[in-house]
């Protein structure tokens, strides 16, 4: 039998995808490889494109990669591994049918499934100020906006970025290298404040600044004011200070997308909540990524969302043996020349200690949290070559009391400090 010109094996069960980003496409990629013969696949992605890296999409923002580059799964892939691939706006799932274990997509598409796998990622977090619907005010999720911001930056010169988090500091470096002139606005006194320390902290706002960002630090804004035809002109701020903009790009924290598992009646909080074998509260339907809430947690990072596809997959290929865990993610920023690195609870209490090391000149700040003999979180600016040795640490929860007198100066000087 044949649907969309792609065999179907009556013998195979059936595999639904709701969602074609990064957990999704991962699960699916592990479950061709664990089993490949087990299910029939359908894939329905709101996105109308196969799959993407989406922690790229600033690499291209800032003209270090197009989006041919950043493809990871084209059309061709799904028609090579006989998935059937549903792309588009009007390809977005609106219904979940669990009784008769049916998706329907806005177009009416049906698909029918013995396994489903919810897998829609996050929306981004749109701040509740009046004007937040003007022309020029977008978030940084997908393509569409990446294209939204080149051609704002060819035709406006003036771009105000919501947030000096991760997503925020590379849209804005991705901005000022084309062209524009860019203020970040950030509530907190620190940049990357969930992140960094205020030293390192300190330490990236001088290197941003040096590179052309401008910063508002503690600042709130207050409502974003547009013209006559309903396009953004300036933000104000709660001190009644003003800035003008073009552009005005949201990167303030992202939600997880829950609404389909939702008006499904799966059980969700956060995000839809799955055991260790990422299955939801119907042991039909997995979710993976970052529409999840996994023992509290929800997340913001991909290294987790691959282990959680891996696990998923296990379960899915009917191995049945993996659980997930959540480990510490580390964190780094994509702008070229700035090196950081942070890991787990970096700021401590007062049942840890410190240890620091500072070379002002080099612009080197190393941090390293301790907590009875273990390492519980590391904060690296200028020098992070010990970075992932600092995270294996951390998450082996290796007892350092051996090594603590040359742990702040990096795997090598331990090495030659063994050797001597
Ligand atoms: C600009 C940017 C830079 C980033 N940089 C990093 C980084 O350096 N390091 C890092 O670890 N992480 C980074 N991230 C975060 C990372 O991209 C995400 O953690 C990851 O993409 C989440 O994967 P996901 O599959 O859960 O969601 P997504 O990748 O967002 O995929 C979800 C997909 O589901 C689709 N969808 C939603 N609802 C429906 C529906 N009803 N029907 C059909 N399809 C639907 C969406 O359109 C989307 O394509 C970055 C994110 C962005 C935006």
Known sequence: MTVNNIKVDRMKRRLVVIGNGMAGMRTVEEVLSAAPDKYDITVFGAEPYGNYNRIMLSSVLCGDKTIEDIVMNDRQWYADNGIS??????????????????????????????????????????????????????????????????????????????????????????????GMDVTVIHNSEVLLNRQMDRKAGKMLQTALEQRGLKFRMAATSQCLMGDEKGH???VRFEDGSELECDL????????????????????????IVVNDTLQSYDPAIYAVGECI?????????????FEQAKVCANHLSAHGVAEYSTLPAATKLKVTGINLFSVGDFLGDESCEAVH??????????????????LMGAVLYGDTADGMWYQELLEKKKNISDIRDVLIFGQAYLTAAEAA
Do not use: W
């Open 85 to 178: 691939l549903h792309a588009g706006a009007d390809k977005a799932v609106v219904r979940i049918e669990r009784r008769a274990r049916k998706v329907y997509a806005l177009d009416g598409t049906c698909a029918e499934y013995d396994r489903l796998l919810i897998a829609t990622g996050s929306k981004p977090v749109i701040a509740p100020i009046p004007g937040n619907d003007l022309e020029g005010v977008i978030s940084f999720r997908d393509i569409l906006d990446v294209n939204k911001m080149l051609a704002y930056s060819r035709q406006h010169k003036k771009a105000v970025v919501l947030g000096g988090g991760l997503l925020g500091l590379e849209a804005a470096n991705g901005l000022v290298l084309r």
């Open 232 to 234: 953004i002109t300036a």
């Open 248 to 271: 005005f790009v949201m990167a303030i924290g992202v939600r997880p997308n829950i609404s389909l598992a939702q008006e499904a009646g799966l059980y969700c909080e956060r995000g």
């Open 293 to 305: 809430q996994h023992r509290g947690d929800t997340f913001g990072l991909v290294a987790p969302l």
């Open 357 to 374: 090391f500072t070379d002002p000149s080099m612009g080197i700040y190393k941090k390293l949290i301790i907590r009875d003999n273990k």
